[in-house]
């Protein structure tokens, strides 16, 4: 149990377009939803957080003009990075948990390549 | 948010052999978590322990945690070559349910 799923696993996209990942959790609710981002080589940083059917929290230095999120089912998350640049190629990871959960269920990411 | 560091930052064992790895950092915490990620792949959990555990077993896994000094150590018995791959650290700080990773720990275990 505990499957969360990303797609897609991976996407080149030209400079100035903008690309959607999805998150699903897909044998239980998520209440919650988190996006990180990691650069090769180095650890995980938290981008947002985000509640079903509320406006995603945004950590300090991430614009959330750049990178939408939206969490409109407790299934489902998407995070859209808008207009991008190749300094936004990056691993990019989904973790989802329960209302009660302290455990995160990681997705298997999704590597951007902006060109 | 700020990351907490690991040591060491590599590791190359030999198979059979045991393998630790250190986690210091610096908030007051939750629990401490421990996962482990393949080259280019997602997070796979390994182990979660709370603020008033001190040691927890799982498997051939033992986590350590002194809230005292901050830190907590990851000890993989036994390595085998499959336990190749990134070890980090996360807290979940009390009130938060995000987690703040640690640097990683990469190992390779030699068959």
């Known amino acids: 149990g505990a499957v969360v799923s990303q797609h897609p696993s991976w996407v080149i996209c030209k400079s100035g377009t903008s690309v959607k990942i999805e998150c699903r959790s897909l044998d239980f609710q998520a209440t919650t939803m988190f996006w990180y981002r990691q650069f090769p080589k180095q650890s995980l940083m938290l981008m947002a957080t985000?509640?079903?059917?509320?406006?995603?929290?945004?950590e300090q230095g991430v614009e959330k003009d750049k990178f939408l999120i939206n969490h409109a089912s407790l299934t489902l998350s998407t995070l859209t990075v808008t207009s991008a640049h190749p300094e936004d190629s990056s691993f990019y990871i989904c973790?989802?948990?329960?209302?009660?959960?302290?455990?995160?269920?990681f997705g298997p990411g999704t590597r951007l390549t902006v060109t | 948010s700020q990351q907490g560091e690991e040591d060491p930052q590599a590791l190359s064992i030999q198979e059979g052999e045991n393998a630790t790895m250190n986690c210091s950092y610096k908030?007051?915490?939750?629990?401490l978590q421990w996962y482990r990620q393949n080259s280019g792949r997602g997070l796979v959990h390994l182990i979660l322990?709370?603020?008033?555990?001190r040691e927890k077993h799982s498997g051939r896994l033992r986590v350590t945690l002194d809230t005292s000094k901050k830190s907590s150590s990851l000890l993989i018995t036994a390595s085998r070559a499959a336990d190749t791959a990134s070890y980090f650290c996360?807290?979940?700080?009390?009130?938060?349910?995000?987690?703040?990773f640690g640097s990683g720990t990469r190992l390779q275990v030699q068959p």
């Open positions: 322990i709370r603020s008033n555990e």
């Open positions: 908030t007051s915490i939750n629990n």
């Open positions: 973790s989802a948990s329960t209302w009660d959960g302290y455990e995160q269920y």
């Open positions: 985000s509640n079903e059917g509320s406006k995603a929290t945004y």
């Open positions: 996360a807290t979940m700080d009390t009130g938060r349910r995000a987690l703040t």
